[in-house]
């Protein structure tokens, strides 16, 4: 992917987040980005535009430790795209900017097929499990217990 198609994903990305696109070169294929209050980071991105070889930093002191996700999540194993990369920055980032936790919306949609049932009178556990339906379709049994 050509560095201009990069840079529209990235803009097309800033719409949906309080981040700017504040500077791009293309010589360097980097992308600088910013959002207050003062939540700055940077993307290099590699020449062909996918792979795991994209790298993410901030020069804030303030900001480096939220981006170490991010960080991880490039370097583990599988291609990642511009678009994956963006979204566990803005992940990072979210307690910087003041947003929610992202893992309670994700929990949230992905239990919301879930039934929880009453604990047994005589039973001192708590748990949550699938319907028969929701077993079937899923084709996976799955269940989590809490022994108080």
């Not at 939540?39 to 070889?53: A, E, I």
Request: net charge negative; charged share 30%; hydrophobic share 35%.
């Amino acid at each position: 992917m050509d560095f201009q198609q990069l840079a529209d994903v990235a803009e097309k990305w800033c719409s949906n987040t309080p981040f700017e696109l504040i500077a791009t070169e293309e010589t360097e294929r980097r992308m600088d980005f910013y959002a207050d209050p003062g939540v700055s980071f940077y993307v290099l991105c590699p020449d062909n535009g996918c792979g795991d070889n994209f790298h993410v930093w901030s020069e804030s002191e303030d900001c480096l430790p939220f981006l170490q996700l991010a960080q991880d999540y490039i370097s583990s194993c599988g291609k990642k795209t511009l678009q994956e990369v963006l979204e566990k920055v803005f992940k990072s980032f979210r307690p910087l900017l003041g947003l929610p936790d992202a893992d309670d919306d994700a929990f949230e949609e992905y239990n919301a097929d879930v039934e929880e049932e009453e604990p047994e009178a005589d039973h001192p556990q708590m748990g949550v499990t699938l319907s028969r339906e929701s077993m079937a379709e899923k084709k996976c049994s799955l269940h989590f217990l809490c022994i108080l």
